[in-house]
């Protein structure tokens, strides 16, 4: 087992201190590098299996398509504090949450302000996917906090999918569809 990372008790004055659903982050550990999740081929696809298991929208994909998937898209982990997607950032890929937790905050916050969490998207979950369909920028940062490994379904790519693997990318489109149409019914909803 690695040893835990160690966080400061007490924030140094030149660094600001965010809590986010139960890990400390400060300043200077913000806008970390992804880090390539060095898995073997099986790992990458009992992941993607176990993920597609407890998911609402990350669901419909028979074995093949995993299969395709954990050979051909990126599995990355995010240290916690990193930055999945930047809000009003070049939106090019859709993300699911394979294991751990990242939250969608708000970081247009005053100095000395805490993040305030819009959502928490735990293991199953999509993130991205509106700009997919309706191009442009992001519309919220999303961050790691705990122990976070995402699959990541860049638009650039969709033409390897469409090429290569057709029937597959239909699935994964109609995937991101279903779960656009539903947080947009929730969104309505809470009107």
Known sequence: MAPRRKLALEPKADRQVTYTHGATHTSDEIETEAKPVQIAWDERLRLL????????????????????IAESCDILAYPPGSSLMKKNGEANFV?????????????????????????????GAIAGEVSLFQGGKRAADVVASIGLVVVQFYFDGSSFFTREYPDTWMKLLRMFARTRIAKFALAQSER
């Open 49 to 68: 299996i176990e993920c597609q298991g407890i998911s609402p929208n990350f669901n419909g994909l028979d074995l093949a398509d995993l299969a395709i």
């Open 95 to 123: 993300a699911v949450v394979l294991r751990g937790l990242a939250v969608v905050v708000d970081k247009d916050f005053k100095e000395g302000q805490a993040w305030f969490p819009l959502a928490r998207l735990r293991p």
